[in-house]
């Protein structure tokens, strides 16, 4: 059974870190573009970052580049998303989705498989 589980959210004061993982069961993700997403209350889903096969590219959203880092461990069948540096405005569910398409990046809409997400709450 195909699965992509978060973890790794919580709460946080703004300019701390947290580091999200996205495990994937029932299939390997060595052949999938990985994408982080997020979506706050009241507002739309929008991307955060992604990683294409192998990590041969990365892309990041311009409200997170210079703080937030993707990565993959294909042996661990897993993708982390490194957040330094964190915002009040970077509070909101956290989602990782997969996708065959290496042309994918950061439209919610190119991603198949998604996870169940995992809250970040940026806050004082």
């Known amino acids: 059974q195909w699965q992509l589980v978060e973890s790794g959210g919580g709460l946080v004061q703004p300019g701390g870190s947290l580091r999200l993982s996205c495990a994937a069961s029932?299939?390997?993700?060595?052949?999938?573009?990985i994408g982080w997403f997020r979506q706050a209350p009241g507002k739309e889903r929008e991307g955060v970052s992604c990683?294409?096969?192998?990590?041969?590219?990365?892309d990041y959203a311009d409200s997170v580049k210079g703080r937030f880092t993707i990565s993959r461990d294909d042996a661990k069948n897993t993708v982390y998303l490194q957040m330094n540096s964190l915002k009040p405005e970077d509070t909101a569910v956290y989602y990782c989705?997969?996708?065959?398409?290496?042309?994918?990046?950061?439209?919610?809409?190119?991603?198949?498989?998604w996870g169940q997400g995992t809250p970040v709450t940026v806050s004082s």
């Open positions: 029932g299939f390997t993700v060595d052949y999938y573009t």
């Open positions: 990683i294409t096969v192998g990590g041969a590219s990365t």
């Open positions: 989705a997969a996708t065959y398409s290496d042309f994918a990046r950061l439209n919610h809409l190119d991603y198949d498989y």
